[in-house]
């Protein structure tokens, strides 16, 4: 058995690299690219609107990835006194490194509802809330928090690309290389890549075993026709590699 890694670069050849040091077979193709988002230049005008005692959020990695360089290019700073939340363990470190601030994140779960529930939002009425991530996404924080009466507001640090892929070509490799399973890390790519088959090998997709980081997208799957679903908990690397290393041979 073959492992199709789906997510973007550079997490899609670390883990590949990983699980084949294990001897687990793995081909990395990004379905995206990530690159600085278009309005990235509106981040230090939209931090210094905030006042001691507002939130920022951070909803990816690459959120906070690309708001830290293009703060350092800018000869910015992460202001001081505020409520710094993250989404995953992940993102909560590189945010704690950037910012140089304690960060809060959900414990054990890693999706927007669990970040909801955190004991620091839940009165934040008439607070600020900066919310960094890319473009398009889930609405659920924005709603949720705007429900709660803060002032929201996002701030797309960075934007994912698809990539233009020869579906048919792809198909013929991945069927020649044995990919019977597939790590596939969010919605919008889970949609993406069945959206992307033709639909004559639309049953040999359904029938690899499809690893997913949460239950939403499990769902999301099981409706779309996927057969063989495992829920991993997280998308970070490292709780991939894991549940890989013990659940495929």
Same mark, same amino acid.
């Given at each position: 058995?073959?492992?199709?890694?789906?997510?973007?670069?550079?997490?899609?050849?670390?883990?590949?690299?990983?699980?084949?040091?294990?001897?687990?077979?793995?081909?990395?193709?990004?379905?995206?690219?990530?690159?600085?988002?278009?309005?990235?230049?509106?981040?230090?005008?939209?931090?210094?609107?905030?006042?001691?005692?507002?939130?920022?959020?951070?909803?990816?990695?690459?959120?906070?990835?690309?708001?830290?360089?293009?703060?350092?290019?800018?000869?910015?700073?992460?202001?001081?006194?505020?409520?710094?939340?993250?989404?995953?363990?992940? /993102?909560?470190?590189?945010?704690?490194?950037?910012?140089?601030?304690?960060?809060?994140?959900?414990?054990?779960?890693?999706?927007?509802?669990?970040?909801?529930?955190?004991?620091?939002?839940?009165?934040? =009425?008439?607070?600020?809330?900066?919310?960094?991530?890319?473009?398009?996404? =889930?609405?659920?924080?924005?709603?949720?928090? /705007?429900?709660?009466?803060?002032?929201?507001?996002?701030?797309?640090?960075?934007?994912?690309?698809?990539?233009?892929?020869?579906?048919?070509?792809?198909?013929?490799?991945?069927?020649?290389?044995?990919?019977?399973?597939?790590?596939?890390?969010?919605?919008?790519?889970?949609?993406?890549? /069945?959206?992307?088959?033709?639909?004559?090998?639309?049953?040999?997709?359904?029938?690899?075993?499809?690893?997913?980081?949460?239950?939403?997208?499990?769902?999301?799957?099981?409706?779309?026709?996927?057969?063989?679903?495992? /829920?991993?908990?997280?998308?970070?690397?490292?709780?991939?590699?894991?549940?890989?290393?013990?659940?495929?041979?």
């Amino acid at each position: 058995m073959t492992v199709l890694i789906t997510r973007p670069a550079p997490e899609c050849d670390q883990l590949v690299a990983q699980l084949n040091q294990v001897a687990i077979s793995a081909i990395a193709q990004p379905l995206l690219e990530v690159r600085q988002g278009k309005y990235i230049n509106k981040l230090t005008e939209q931090i210094q609107q905030l006042q001691p005692g507002d939130y920022i959020i951070a909803v990816s990695y690459h959120a906070v990835r690309f708001a830290a360089d293009y703060l350092i290019s800018q000869g910015a700073e992460w202001p001081e006194n505020m409520h710094y939340i993250a989404v995953g363990d992940k /993102t909560a470190a590189a945010l704690a490194q950037a910012c140089q601030q304690p960060v809060s994140s959900p414990i054990g779960s890693h999706d927007s509802e669990a970040l909801l529930a955190l004991p620091e939002l839940a009165n934040i =009425r008439q607070r600020r809330v900066l919310i960094l991530r890319g473009n398009g996404g =889930r609405e659920l924080i924005y709603q949720a928090l /705007t429900a709660r009466q803060a002032q929201v507001s996002y701030c797309e640090t960075y934007q994912r690309c698809w990539l233009d892929l020869d579906a048919t070509q792809l198909i013929q490799q991945w069927q020649q290389q044995q990919i019977q399973a597939l790590v596939v890390t969010s919605g919008e790519q889970l949609i993406y890549l /069945t959206g992307l088959i033709p639909i004559e090998d639309l049953a040999w997709l359904y029938n690899c075993h499809l690893f997913v980081p949460s239950q939403r997208i499990a769902n999301q799957a099981s409706t779309l026709g996927y057969k063989h679903i495992s /829920t991993v908990g997280s998308a970070a690397n490292q709780a991939l590699f894991t549940f890989l290393k013990s659940n495929v041979s």
